[in-house]
T-cell receptor
């Protein structure tokens, strides 16, 4: 069974810092990997989708990479802002979606 | 981007009553819809996968008779929590996708509180 792990579980950084969130998965047979953010009491907002054949995707200050062979993905956030504070979840798509446990990010003004 | 609408956003009900939650894909046809449950500060737990016109596939440990899922059309799936009890109180989220290669889009979630 696919297992998805996210490290760290929580992260607190001062505003303006660049940061990296990590996601690892045990089964490399995936269709794609998606990064989401979740604000408290809300649903999930899709940030980036990387297909299994791709290495990275970029959107604004966000860059996600995928190394399928090693079972790893990173989400890089440049010049962090207080509005980036949220829980970030990665999900891999195999025969179903498997979610990581999330990283709770706090950006301190 | 695609929009998934989920209603209601929150519901409070008495123990023993049934609650229906709707999930609609507003601008695309969702071949597959998923229902999740989320406890505070925990990740999403997949409850069931629903394909239009067929029976939902439930994850191990999820009671089919307790959580009724109907996917009557390509744009609508419903989750009915039957005879709700306080332990069913949770945040329920639906998601939808057009195909395996495409993004997963989420509803805004439903906070259920059973008194």
């Amino acid at each position: 069974k696919q297992e998805v792990t996210q490290i760290p579980a929580a992260l607190s950084v001062p505003e303006g810092e660049n940061l990296v969130l990590n996601c690892s998965f045990t089964d490399s047979a995936i269709y794609n990997l998606q990064w989401f953010r979740q604000d408290p009491g809300k649903g999930l907002t899709s940030l980036l989708l990387i297909q299994s054949s791709q290495r990275e995707q970029t959107s604004g200050r966000l860059n996600a990479s995928l190394d399928k062979s090693s079972g790893r993905s990173t989400l890089y956030i440049a010049a962090s802002q207080p509005g980036d504070s949220a829980t970030y979840l990665c999900a891999v798509r195999g025969n179903q979606f498997y979610f990581g446990t999330g990283t709770s990010l706090t950006v301190i003004p | 981007g695609a929009v998934v609408s989920q209603h209601p956003s929150w519901v409070i009900c008495k123990s023993g009553t049934s609650v229906k939650i709707e999930c609609r894909s507003l601008d695309f046809q969702a071949t597959t819809m998923f229902w999740y449950r989320q406890f505070p500060k925990q990740s999403l737990m997949l409850m069931a996968t629903s394909n239009e016109g067929s029976k939902a596939t439930y994850e191990q440990g999820v009671e089919k008779d307790k959580f009724l899922i109907n996917h009557a059309s390509l744009t609508l799936s419903t989750l009915t929590v039957t005879s709700a009890h306080p332990e069913d109180s949770s945040f329920y989220i639906c998601s939808a996708t057009r195909s395996e290669a495409e993004k997963l889009f989420f509803g805004s979630g439903t906070q259920l509180s059973v008194l």
